[in-house]
Structures are given as C-alpha cells and as structure tokens.
C-alpha cells in the first residue's frame, strides 16, 4: 500500500508534530521538559476518582433513579448528547455566567470531538472556510485538514487578535467567492501564545461577528489556569447567539476522563420550516463517531460537579494559584539569565502572560526539529518549535514553553540549559 493513495491529510507535517515530542521525550528521558501542556499532578489523588463516583451514584438514587437506572448510568451506552448535560449547563450558568438549557450541550469525548463536529457540521460546501487565530492549537488544525477543510489563517498580534483583522481576512475571502462560516479563537491564555483576549477585544469581535453573519468557536481550556480576575467569556457576552462553546475538564479535573462539551444554542431551521438546536445536529454527528462518550467518565466528572455545586473556579483555587506561580517564577528565571541588555544582544524576546500553562519565546535561530533534537541531545532540555501552530508555515524563530506540571528546581534548571543552548544556537 503506497502512503500516496491514503487520505493527503496524512501526509502533513502537522500530523506528525505530536508524535515527534513524545519520540525525543522518550529518547531522552533525563531532559527537562517543556514541551507538553500538561497538567500539575500533583494535586491527583486517586481516591477522589471513587469519591466522585460514588457521589454521582447517590445523586441519581436521591433523584428517584431505581437501581436498575443507577447500574444503567455507568455500564450502557447513553444518549450521543450525553448523560449529565444539565449538571455542565448548571456549572456553566453558576461559574460562567452562560445559561443556556441542557439541551444546547452536547457531552464530547475530550474537547477534540467537540472541535471535530462543530467543523463538520458547519462547513457544507467547499468553497466554505474557518478562519482561526495564526499561531493557533494545533488540534484545530489537524481536524481542518482531516475533514478536508481549509483554515484561513488571521495573524496574531502582540496584544492578540484585533477585530479589524479578521474584517479583513473575511472580506478578503468572501471577494475570491468563498463563505467564512466561523473564527476560532482561544480567548484566555492561548495556546500557544499565552495571551488573553482584553474585555474590549471581547465585545468587538461579537460585534463583528454579527455584523458579518460569522460565527465564532470559542475554545476554554485554560480559564481556570490564573488567579486574576477572569474576563467574562464570550458565550456569556453573547446576545445573539453566535458563540459555539467549547469545553473541556481535562485542565479543570483531570484529562484522563476524557470529556469535554459542546454549547450550541443557534436554531437550525429545516426545510418543512421545523426548528430545532445546532446540539442535536452535532449529536446526530457524533453517534456516528464515537457512538457517547463513556457513561463512567461522566459520571466521575458528574461527582466532582456536584462536590462543589458546579463552581470549578473553587475547586481550581489551588492549582490555579500552581501554574500563576509557575508562570512568574518562569519569567523570573528568563529576566535573570537574559537582562534587558543583554536579551536585544542576544535577540532574544519573549512575552509575559499573567497565568496559564504558556508563554513564547523569539530567538535568533531556526528553532526547527533539528534545532530540538541538539537541545534535548546536548543541553537536556526540551520545548515546542512554535512553527507548529502556524497554518501557513511561519514561526520559525519562536519557541513555546509550557510551565504547567514542572517544580521551581525543573524550571529554574532547565531555563538554565535552555539559555546555554539558546546562546550556543545564536553563535553559530
């Protein structure tokens, strides 16, 4: 079988970018790195997993469940939209400030699938596009080039994404005859970027958004990654309907579980003039994918909803204030090894997020996978080339870190081994 004749998809380099991290993660096992954006662990305690569960259990007997219902909500199959649609749409409106009725969440496997059937639901012909912020998460983009889909990419500023931009961009692509039919965005602390959409940015992109006829997939991931004062999302800000919001708890509990959601609330009308929720198209969708996400992970995260009556922020305090402070004492690190003067004679730069599991760094060499094998080879550090996150193939001198699950020892070292590396690299 000749790789030509698979899906082209498969052939992108974006695909392989993961995969690439964990082969020269496992190749050098003794580097520090700061690669993965993966959650502290430190705050898992196993036992929790059963509390939850057993928690959830109790919740669906005091409800009236018999116990035929009650085995039923762990070991079937469940509806494609999922199980415990109205503890999320609760946490949402008590925490969120978004109400919405449960029956606009669709409860996905990770928010993966939530991205995967928002796409394939919008994206109907094949002059249809999504815009998305340019650096973006790479998950988005490799489901665009899985569903065959074309990813307008809208530049990132230093301050972030700037509504006339993406005007532009929209333009633009509506004067080569093509529909954009939504922009995705990662408002707090983006991946990759780190940055944080300000409140004005907020309201003029739903007043773009509208005045456009767009919509705009906003994904929340690291909300709860900061102790600041988080700005509202916009889901809550919107009026009309035009935020589809994605989720997932894989930051907020633990990515083992695997599940995430969809909010979408828009009204889809059909032929015969019935209406009905963007949901349950999306739910049509994915009963062909993944049939429902596993009745046993809800119902963990079911339990852990309930423990805090929805309010994840508080059940976040800790960890939270874990990666604000990993975020500082990261950028302390960087201040002490590359001081202003000597940073611009090194050409080095590197923006200052407030928390998050982000930051990026501009360096005066082609951080490329070859650039990557020498620093984890011979420097014992490891960190993401941020051409990865770019759709139209550009970054080339920037890296990501990502601070989230390492001590103040991991970082302080390894942003010591990463700035002998960095001044090695710059030499040559």
Same mark, same amino acid.
């Given at each position: 079988?000749?790789?030509?004749? &698979?899906?082209?998809?498969?052939?992108?380099?974006?695909?392989?970018?993961?995969?690439? *991290?964990?082969e020269i993660?496992?190749?050098?096992?003794?580097?520090?790195?700061?690669?993965?954006?993966?959650?502290?662990?430190?705050?898992?305690?196993?036992?929790?997993?059963?509390? @939850?569960?057993?928690?959830?259990?109790?919740?669906l007997a005091?409800?009236? @469940?018999?116990?035929?219902?009650?085995?039923?909500?762990?070991?079937?199959?469940?509806?494609?939209?999922?199980?415990?649609?109205?503890?999320?749409?609760?946490?949402?409106?008590?925490? !969120?400030?978004?109400?919405?009725?449960?029956?606009?969440?669709?409860?996905?496997? /990770?928010?993966?699938?939530?991205?995967? &059937?928002?796409?394939?639901?919008?994206?109907?012909?094949?002059?249809?596009?999504?815009?998305?912020?340019?650096?973006?998460?790479?998950?988005?983009?490799?489901?665009? $080039?899985?569903l065959d889909?074309?990813?307008?990419?809208?530049?990132?500023?230093?301050?972030?994404?700037?509504?006339?931009?993406?005007?532009?961009?929209?333009?633009?692509?509506? +004067?080569?005859?093509?529909?954009?039919? +939504?922009?995705?965005?990662?408002?707090?602390?983006?991946?990759?970027?780190?940055?944080?959409?300000?409140?004005?940015? $907020?309201?003029?992109? =739903?007043?773009?958004?509208?005045?456009?006829?767009?919509?705009?997939?906003?994904?929340?991931?690291?909300?709860? +990654?900061?102790?600041?004062?988080?700005?509202?999302?916009?889901?809550?800000?919107?009026?009309?309907? $035009?935020?589809?919001?994605?989720?997932?708890? #894989?930051?907020?509990?633990?990515?083992?579980?695997?599940?995430?959601?969809?909010?979408?609330?828009?009204?889809?009308?059909? !032929?015969?003039? /019935?209406?009905?929720?963007?949901?349950?198209? *999306?739910?049509?969708?994915?009963?062909?994918?993944?049939?429902?996400?596993?009745?046993? #992970?809800?119902?963990?995260?079911?339990?852990?909803?309930?423990?805090?009556?929805?309010?994840? #922020?508080?059940?976040?305090?800790?960890?939270? +204030?874990?990666?604000?402070?990993?975020?500082?004492?990261?950028?302390?690190?960087?201040?002490?090894?590359?001081?202003?003067?000597?940073?611009?004679?090194?050409?080095?730069?590197?923006?200052?997020?407030?928390?998050?599991?982000?930051?990026?760094?501009?360096?005066?060499?082609?951080?490329?996978?070859?650039?990557?094998?020498?620093?984890?080879?011979?420097?014992?550090?490891?960190?993401?080339?941020?051409?990865?996150?770019?759709?139209?193939?550009?970054?080339? @001198?920037?890296?990501?870190?990502?601070?989230?699950? =390492?001590?103040?020892?991991?970082?302080? !070292?390894?942003?010591?081994?990463?700035?002998?590396?960095?001044?090695?690299?710059?030499?040559?």
């Amino acid at each position: 079988m000749r790789k030509s004749e &698979l899906h082209p998809s498969l052939a992108d380099p974006v695909m392989d970018t993961m995969n690439f *991290l964990n082969e020269i993660t496992l190749r050098y096992p003794e580097a520090i790195s700061f690669a993965p954006g993966r959650p502290f662990d430190g705050f898992f305690d196993t036992e929790n997993v059963f509390e @939850h569960l057993h928690r959830y259990l109790r919740h669906l007997a005091e409800q009236g @469940h018999s116990p035929g219902r009650v085995r039923e909500a762990v070991f079937q199959y469940g509806p494609s939209a999922g199980r415990i649609r109205e503890l999320i749409a609760g946490s949402l409106r008590v925490d !969120e400030g978004i109400d919405v009725p449960p029956e606009s969440v669709v409860v996905t496997v /990770g928010c993966q699938e939530a991205m995967f &059937l928002a796409l394939r639901a919008l994206v109907a012909r094949r002059d249809d596009v999504v815009l998305a912020t340019s650096p973006c998460y790479v998950g988005i983009t490799g489901a665009a $080039r899985l569903l065959d889909i074309e990813l307008v990419p809208v530049r990132e500023r230093g301050s972030g994404l700037r509504h006339c931009d993406v005007e532009t961009a929209v333009h633009r692509e509506r +004067a080569r005859g093509r529909r954009p039919k +939504a922009i995705y965005v990662i408002p707090d602390h983006s991946n990759p970027s780190g940055v944080t959409m300000t409140l004005d940015a $907020r309201h003029e992109l =739903l007043e773009l958004a509208g005045r456009l006829d767009i919509l705009i997939l906003e994904d929340s991931p690291y909300r709860l +990654a900061g102790t600041g004062r988080r700005l509202p999302t916009l889901k809550s800000l919107d009026r009309d309907r $035009r935020v589809i919001h994605l989720g997932s708890y #894989s930051k907020t509990l633990f990515p083992g579980a695997r599940v995430g959601f969809a909010v979408a609330d828009q009204v889809v009308v059909d !032929e015969d003039g /019935g209406t009905g929720l963007l949901a349950d198209e *999306l739910a049509k969708i994915k009963s062909m994918i993944t049939v429902n996400t596993p009745s046993l #992970s809800q119902a963990v995260v079911a339990g852990a909803l309930l423990a805090c009556d929805g309010r994840l #922020s508080e059940l976040n305090r800790d960890t939270a +204030a874990y990666y604000e402070d990993a975020m500082r004492f990261t950028l302390k690190c960087l201040e002490q090894r590359f001081p202003a003067k000597h940073r611009a004679e090194a050409g080095v730069r590197w923006n200052t997020p407030g928390g998050g599991f982000f930051l990026s760094l501009r360096v005066p060499f082609r951080a490329d996978n070859a650039a990557l094998t020498r620093s984890a080879q011979d420097f014992g550090v490891i960190w993401t080339p941020m051409s990865y996150f770019y759709p139209e193939g550009e970054g080339g @001198h920037g890296i990501r870190l990502s601070t989230s699950y =390492l001590t103040h020892e991991e970082i302080e !070292e390894g942003i010591s081994r990463l700035a002998e590396f960095i001044e090695s690299a710059g030499g040559r």
